[in-house]
């Protein structure tokens, strides 16, 4: 997958929080729900990229390897997002 | 906001279909629980009293108060109640009063609603995950019931039971906490005049999602002391079990008493996050009812006894 591509999937969930947001759907108490929502993402971010390497020989995703960098990345966004 | 609601002389057999009732949202027209939109009794007024112990604070939006809830009967997430729970029967309903009392007996909704006239009490609810809002509950207070069950000399604790019932509450086997949940206080707190039974909030019947048809407030105290649904009210001479003190002995002791002074283990109490607010707020003692309430705890340690 392209980089930019990448990027833009990465950012889907915070469009969909900001969707919400804008839709006034974030609940009684919309803090708890952001930060619930960042830190669900930082986790699985963290976890999809330890685990690159090893989904990328399992699928046969040679490229999959490109992007390891910027979904870190995007774990430690969400995770600033969450704090 | 004047409220007309009578209690009532009219039965359970005549209150009309939930799925109705629950079209109508608004102030109650007319008499008890449910029974709307006859012509006849249409313009029969209830008055509810106003309260000299309802705070001044701004109300937190009915939205909020009836989506935002924490009863694990009906699963464990805040918006679960509200969606689980609509077809919860509440009527009818019967709360069994027992223990140390002259006489034992079973009380329907119409005779609890006759026990003392109905008032308005807008109170603070603070929640021990440190989360708080501003309720409008209508109810009675419970050193009325408690006056009217005349327990024995013996009688030191008022132990509180819901319903529990696993056809109604699916979710529950998944709460991760014991049920049917129990609740209880010692005989001073429950006498309060603080300590109300709660049969409504905002000019309407308690929503499912709240702990209907009747249910505890006790405001100096965290949430879950407020015990939802009640079934059973139980006069004891020993303190009785509490729910999350089984689940959680070092986390939720039997007083519970809202205290800025005592975090609890995995987190502060010293604040709160009222909702609709940005910032959090500073917790009071008490919850902001120590002048009533702090001479019950006089000379106790409330770091030993939380």
């Known amino acids: 997958m392209d980089e930019a591509e990448a990027f833009l999937v990465c950012l889907l969930p915070l469009a969909a929080l900001g969707w919400r947001a804008w839709k006034q759907d974030l609940g009684a108490n919309p803090i708890e729900l952001i930060t619930h929502a960042s830190g669900d993402w930082a986790m699985r971010f963290l976890h999809i990229t330890l685990a690159v390497m090893q989904l990328s020989k399992v699928l046969s995703m040679p490229r999959f390897t490109l992007v390891r960098r910027m979904l870190g990345l995007f774990a430690l966004f969400y995770e600033c997002l969450h704090f | 906001m004047s409220i007309s609601w009578k209690i009532s002389d009219l039965p359970y057999s005549s209150v009309t279909p939930k799925s109705v009732y629950l079209n109508r949202r608004g102030f109650l027209a007319s008499v008890a629980f449910g029974a709307f939109g006859s012509a006849a009794i249409a313009n029969t007024k209830l008055n509810?009293?106003?309260?000299?112990f309802s705070t001044t604070e701004q109300p937190t939006p009915y939205e909020g108060v009836t989506n935002y809830n924490n009863f694990y009967e009906f699963g464990t997430a805040k918006s679960d109640p509200s969606h689980n729970a609509k077809n919860f029967r509440t009527i009818p309903w019967t709360v069994a009063i027992e223990g140390a009392v002259s006489k034992p007996q079973v009380l329907?909704?119409?005779?609890?609603?006759?026990?003392a006239p109905l008032e308005e009490r807008i109170y603070r609810h603070r929640c021990v995950e440190a989360w708080s809002i501003v309720v409008p509950w209508i109810g009675f207070p419970l050193n009325a019931l408690i006056k009217a069950a005349n327990p024995l000399s013996s009688a030191k604790y008022v132990a509180f039971q819901s319903l529990y019932d696993p056809k109604q509450m699916p979710q529950g086997r998944y709460a991760g906490i014991q049920f049917p949940y129990v609740e209880g206080l010692r005989m001073d707190e429950a006498m309060h005049p603080l300590a109300l039974l709660g049969v409504g909030l905002y000019g309407e019947v308690l929503p499912n999602q709240n702990g209907a048809p009747i249910r505890l407030v006790v405001p100096w105290k965290y949430g879950?002391?407020?015990i939802k649904s009640i079934?059973?009210?139980?006069?004891?001479e020993k303190q009785p079990p509490t729910t999350w003190n089984i689940a959680g002995p070092g986390e939720y002791g039997f007083y519970s008493n809202v205290n800025p002074e005592v975090d609890h283990p995995r987190w502060s109490q010293a604040k709160e996050r009222r909702l609709g607010e940005f910032l959090k707020r500073?917790?009071?003692?008490?919850n902001?009812?120590?002048d009533q309430v702090a001479g019950l705890y006089a000379g106790m340690d409330l770091r030993k006894n939380f």
């Open chain 2, 48 to 52: 509810v009293v106003k309260s000299k």
């Open chain 2, 108 to 115: 329907d909704l119409d005779s609890l609603l006759k026990i």
């Open chain 2, 224 to 226: 879950f002391k407020s």
């Open chain 2, 231 to 236: 079934v059973k009210i139980r006069f004891v």
């Open chain 2, 288 to 290: 902001g009812y120590a």
């Open chain 2, 282 to 286: 500073p917790t009071l003692k008490f």
